[in-house]
């Protein structure tokens, strides 16, 4: 039942011979004319201190992309890079979830290798009323609980009562202080993301050493929030089962089980039909994977697995730290939008040729 019908590039560097640039972690959106915007993080490496959010829009359904323009200016008398995720929201706007993340050292990358500690940080919010051309903000999220700092993994998500949810997990300070854990959580906006007093916990594990990141959700046509999220055991190293859960009344979550798979950087869409899309790279085989499930109550099924993409070895193995692992990863973050016909279209950004760069996918389900 699936298939990958075709695959282009939503950006690559143009010119490697005159200057390095490589791209991370797309977003998109796609607006009812068909137009379709996408944004991705740009730096000369991993974690240089040029790295910025910069948006592409495509007028023939994926096909060809403008150039890209950045999203947000610098500002302020600190050193900063940054990052957001994209989604459309009820009133038609764009929405920019994400962080800046300072760098008054500019000899300190975002991460502590041997803690897993987050540079100091802030969350902030983007708002486009003309499909990304131009941006008010950034507003300041004030969040209810120390991270000490925050994961940006994923966009607003809007709920049919109003409330905005921002998906992230708390994240360790540059000390390794956790004083929340590693947990994947869902802020809570009453009023658009002019405020966010609340928070809901979906996975934790902390006390067992596990932390949940890279998380998804979806609110699915019955009502219910539907989550998944990468499990990494700090004793082992090693990725654990995808875990799913699932809220009755989006205000509470309860793991269910796991998906059938050990999924990292998993990112999940609700299809027309109801079944359940999964997006992730796995651990064991490489390349990017796919596969299709239903839920048959509470109970994951899983129907069709297939590959997406096969170009680079598997993701994080357990070998080494997760510092080191994750600067030496090659490809994921797939995201994906339905397309009128019912087909999928996904990107993602991978390494080839030793460029990184952002790749697209048709997908017939």
Same mark, same amino acid.
């Given at each position: ?9 939503? +950006? ?38 040029? +790295? ?6 495509? $007028? ?57 500690? +987050? ?22 999220? *004030? ?17 049919? *009562? ?12 540059? *000390?390794? =202080? =956790? ?6 959580? $869902? $802020? ?12 809901? &916990? ?41 875990? +799913? =859960? ?79 692992? $994750? ?25 080839? *040729? ?10 017939? &389900?």
């Amino acid at each position: 039942m699936l298939e990958v019908l075709a695959s282009g590039l939503v +950006y690559r560097n143009p010119r490697p011979e005159l200057r390095p640039v490589h791209t991370w972690h797309p977003t998109i959106v796609r607006f009812e004319d068909g137009e379709l915007l996408c944004t991705f993080d740009l730096a000369s490496a991993d974690v240089a201190l040029d +790295y910025r959010t910069y948006a592409s829009r495509s $007028l023939d359904d994926g096909t060809t992309w403008t150039s890209p323009v950045r999203v947000l200016a610098d500002s302020g008398n600190r050193a900063s890079v940054h990052s957001v995720r994209i989604s459309r929201v009820s009133d038609g706007s764009v929405v920019a979830f994400g962080g800046r993340m300072f760098r008054d050292d500019p000899d300190r990358g975002l991460i502590n290798v041997p803690t897993l500690g +987050y540079t100091e940080m802030e969350l902030i919010t983007l708002r486009s009323r003309d499909r990304g051309r131009s941006w008010e903000g950034p507003v300041r999220i *004030d969040p209810p609980l120390v991270g000490p700092a925050f994961e940006i993994c994923h966009a607003i998500v809007e709920l049919r *009562d109003g409330r905005w949810l921002g998906p992230t997990s708390t994240w360790m300070g540059w *000390d390794g =202080a =956790a004083p929340n854990g590693m947990n994947a959580i $869902l $802020l809570v906006s009453h009023d658009q993301g002019s405020s966010w007093p609340e928070y809901i &916990v979906e996975f934790d594990r902390w006390a067992e050493h596990v932390l949940h990141w890279e998380q998804s959700v979806v609110q699915l046509r019955d009502g219910r929030l539907l989550a998944v999220a990468w499990a990494v055991s700090l004793d082992t190293n090693r990725a654990e089962p995808t875990p +799913y =859960a699932l809220s009755e009344d989006g205000r509470e979550f309860t793991v269910r089980g796991f998906t059938g798979f050990r999924g990292q950087t998993t990112k999940i869409i609700e299809l027309p039909d109801g079944r359940i899309f999964s997006a992730y790279r796995r651990d064991d085989v490489p390349g990017l994977w796919a596969t299709v499930a239903r839920l048959d109550g509470d109970r994951w099924v899983n129907q069709e697995t297939i590959p997406l993409w096969q170009g680079a070895s598997s993701g994080m193995s357990g070998t080494a730290d997760p510092g080191h692992e $994750l600067l030496q990863l090659k490809f994921g973050f797939p995201q994906m939008v339905v397309m009128p016909d019912g087909q999928l279209f996904l990107v993602f950004w991978c390494e080839e *040729d030793c460029i990184k760069n952002i790749r697209w996918l048709r997908i017939a &389900v």
